[in-house]
């Protein structure tokens, strides 16, 4: 009988990434549930002190999401006492800022994240976490 000429079949890379990224994410929201926010809260939150009072276009900008998406997460980081809202230059802008309580969970919540860094880079090693990378900057 003649070798069958078709490829292997493989499992499709964007699920398997998809999949990937999810229990990346739960190892993350994992370690902060102690402080009470998810990965995605936390990320909001730093750039928002990274970047001082800002837009929610610009956040959603930095963050890479669309302003409707922003709007709702900054609504509940506002009802958790985490952001507040200010009056930009023009009174028409609205401005995110970290509250005093916003600042305090991120100073709670730093060492929990090196925590999950540090579970993800054992668990993914050298040369995965730079296959990561490498896929992030090309695309």
Same mark, same amino acid.
């Given at each position: 009988?003649?070798?069958? &000429? &078709?490829? @292997?079949?493989?499992?499709?890379?964007?699920?398997? *990434?998809?999949?990937?990224? +999810?229990?990346?994410?739960?190892?993350?929201?994992?370690?902060?549930?102690?402080?009470?926010?998810?990965?995605?809260?936390?990320?909001?939150?730093?750039?928002?002190?990274?970047?001082?009072?800002?837009?929610?276009? /610009?956040l959603g900008r930095l963050? =890479?999401?669309? !302003?409707?998406?922003?709007? +709702?997460n900054a609504r509940v980081? =506002?009802?958790?006492?985490?952001? /507040?809202?200010?009056?930009?230059?023009?009174?028409? =802008?609205?401005?995110?800022? *970290?509250? @005093?309580?916003?600042?305090? *969970?991120?100073?709670?919540?730093?060492?929990?994240?090196?925590?999950?860094?540090?579970?993800? /880079?054992?668990? *993914?090693?050298? =040369?995965?976490?730079?296959?990561?990378? !490498?896929?992030? /900057?090309?695309?």
């Amino acid at each position: 009988m003649p070798a069958s &000429s &078709s490829p @292997p079949s493989s499992s499709c890379y964007c699920i398997t *990434l998809r999949g990937a990224a +999810r229990k990346i994410s739960a190892i993350y929201d994992a370690a902060l549930a102690p402080v009470g926010v998810t990965i995605g809260q936390l990320s909001l939150l730093r750039r928002v002190r990274r970047h001082g009072p800002l837009s929610l276009t /610009e956040l959603g900008r930095l963050a =890479e999401l669309d !302003r409707s998406t922003i709007g +709702r997460n900054a609504r509940v980081l =506002e009802k958790m006492g985490l952001v /507040e809202g200010r009056t930009g230059a023009d009174q028409r =802008e609205a401005l995110l800022a *970290l509250s @005093p309580a916003g600042l305090a *969970l991120l100073e709670q919540a730093a060492p929990l994240w090196d925590a999950a860094q540090a579970e993800i /880079e054992g668990r *993914l090693g050298a =040369e995965g976490l730079a296959a990561i990378a !490498r896929l992030a /900057e090309d695309f």
